[in-house]
């Protein structure tokens, strides 16, 4: 089994971006090339500020759902 990371990076315009990934650092690469996803595409440049690691790519996806649903204080207290 592969390890998966759940990440959270933050845009240019203050939002967060939560997604997963098995190497974090060079997803962080690819969205900040514009070739991520649509949504910091047009937010660039990200940054990370929180990753948390998952033992493979379905609980990492479970995890990636469950932080898209929290409120934005949620995340902060997440990150902080």
Same mark, same amino acid.
Request: charged share 30%.
């Given at each position: &089994?592969?390890?998966?990371?759940?990440?959270? %990076?933050?845009?240019?315009?203050? =939002?967060?971006?939560?997604?997963?990934?098995?190497?974090?650092?060079?997803? %962080?690469?690819?969205?900040?090339?514009?070739?991520?996803?649509?949504? =910091?595409? &047009?937010?660039?440049?990200?940054?990370?500020?929180? %990753?948390?690691?998952?033992?493979?790519?379905?609980?990492? &996806?479970?995890?990636?759902?469950?932080?898209?649903? &929290?409120?934005?204080?949620?995340k902060?207290?997440?990150?902080?």
């Amino acid at each position: &089994m592969t390890k998966c990371y759940c990440y959270i %990076v933050e845009c240019a315009d203050g =939002t967060y971006y939560t997604g997963w990934a098995i190497d974090p650092e060079k997803r %962080v690469q690819v969205h900040n090339k514009g070739r991520g996803a649509k949504y =910091t595409k &047009m937010r660039l440049p990200v940054s990370l500020v929180y %990753v948390e690691e998952q033992p493979d790519r379905v609980t990492a &996806m479970k995890r990636e759902r469950a932080i898209k649903k &929290m409120t934005r204080s949620q995340k902060q207290k997440l990150i902080a």
